[in-house]
């Protein structure tokens, strides 16, 4: 029953390597996110899609490539991975706002994916 | 534009203390506010929002008001649990975008 899954839970890689993350949700909601988590627990948005079409993509390198084949699924696929890119990474999904207003409203996150680069 | 800030930590707090977490944002309109936890080994959970002036969102005994004057939607709770260790995070919704924007997180750790 769990809302929004992530596979695999841990990653550990070694550099130059390239991996995937893939995450479902199963909330029926539009918009799906990546999340980056430091070490401080600073949390960055990395990219967002809604209904499979990418609609943010801040600044990550382009090693990092969402893929989206439905609205249920947003998978990560990290290229030639760097000792920087140890994070936990989150997956999130979101309803559409209420009507006739632009928020976005509750993220559901899953549980995370600790990465670690060797 | 928009941003979130929140009180930096660690905090640490005895059984049955009150709990003040700080958080003010800037924001363009009327954004919807957000309090956030994670515990130890998970992902973040909701743990209450605010989604106009003046709204207080409340929930295991949390409260957070929406203070549009001194844009501020600081958490309280007035007799913390060993159970409540964990990051908390503010965060607000923009009213234009599809997009989150969340503090720096802040830690807490509930002694006995």
């Known amino acids: 029953d769990t809302a929004v899954s992530q596979t695999p839970k841990y990653l550990v890689t070694q550099m130059g390597n390239d991996k995937s993350i893939k995450c479902e949700q199963n909330?029926?909601?539009?918009?799906m996110y990546w999340y980056k988590q430091d070490s401080k627990k600073f949390l960055k948005i990395m990219f967002s899609?809604?209904?499979?079409?990418?609609?943010i993509n801040e600044t990550v390198p382009n090693r990092f490539s969402p893929k989206s084949p439905d609205k249920a699924h947003l998978n990560l696929h990290i290229n030639s991975l760097e000792l920087g890119d140890s994070a936990v990474y989150f997956c999130?999904?979101?309803?559409?706002?209420?009507?006739?207003?632009?928020?976005?409203?509750?993220?559901?996150f899953g549980p995370g994916t600790r990465l670690t680069v060797l | 534009g928009d941003s979130v800030t929140q009180m930096e930590g660690p905090v640490t707090l005895s059984e049955e203390a009150f709990l003040t977490i700080n958080c003010t944002y800037t924001?363009?309109?009327?954004?919807?506010l957000f309090w956030y936890v994670q515990y130890p080994g998970e992902g973040l959970q909701l743990l209450l929002k605010?989604?106009?002036?003046?709204d207080k969102g409340s929930n295991k005994g949390f409260e957070a008001t929406y203070r549009k004057e001194t844009t501020s939607f600081h958490l309280e709770k007035g007799s913390v649990q060993v159970s409540d260790s964990a990051v908390y995070f503010c965060?607000?919704?923009?009213?234009?975008?599809?997009?989150?924007?969340f503090g720096t997180g802040t830690s807490l750790t509930v002694i006995p």
């Open positions: 999130a999904s979101s309803p559409p706002g209420l009507a006739g207003s632009y928020h976005v409203d509750t993220q559901y």
């Open positions: 924001a363009t309109g009327y954004p919807s």
């Open positions: 909330l029926g909601h539009d918009t």
């Open positions: 899609y809604n209904n499979k079409e990418l609609i």
């Open positions: 965060a607000l919704s923009d009213k234009f975008g599809n997009q989150f924007y």
């Open positions: 605010a989604t106009k002036a003046d």
